[in-house]
């Protein structure tokens, strides 16, 4: 899929055998004077058309943990605002990634990090042939293309 806006990065090529990885965002709703609170990011793994394993960070800044969920039916929801092929991973090397997933720390009571950093702090650790995910990904431009996925769901464009 090529976007209709202009954008940063293009999706990741998927070799044919291979699971795409995907960079999900979800509204998480408005602060009380009407701002919305910052997306919420997790990767997705879609392990066939409809069905997948969803890794992110859950909690608040207090009591971040990691939650993992397998098998889960990936329809969009009222909250998905987009998402994105970041890469792929070779269906024999699953548990790896379950391992470095496991290896990335979380961070608490730092105001400044949240579920978008760790997403970033997981996929750029993964570049090799059977574990990939775009060379050209900073958390900049992870930031600034899922800003424009959030803004076409708003045109009603996605």
Request: proline letters at 6%; hydrophobic letters at 35%; charged letters at 20%.
């Amino acid at each position: 899929m090529e976007y209709s806006f202009p954008t940063v990065l293009q999706p990741v090529k998927v070799p044919q055998g291979y699971y795409p990885i995907q960079v999900v965002q979800f509204s998480r709703g408005e602060y009380p004077h009407g701002h919305p609170y910052p997306m919420h990011w997790a990767i997705v793994v879609r392990t066939s058309a409809d069905r997948g394993n969803r890794h992110e960070i859950v909690g608040d800044k207090h009591t971040y943990m990691t939650q993992a969920r397998f098998d889960i039916p990936l329809g969009q929801t009222m909250e998905w605002r987009g998402s994105h092929t970041i890469g792929y991973v070779s269906p024999n090397r699953l548990n790896d990634l379950l391992n470095h997933i496991a290896l990335v720390p979380v961070i608490r009571e730092r105001w400044t990090w949240n579920c978008q950093n760790w997403v970033y702090d997981v996929l750029k650790g993964l570049n090799d042939t059977e574990m990939y995910t775009d060379v050209d990904m900073t958390l900049g431009h992870l930031q600034t293309h899922m800003l424009r996925l959030w803004e076409a769901w708003e045109e009603g464009d996605i």
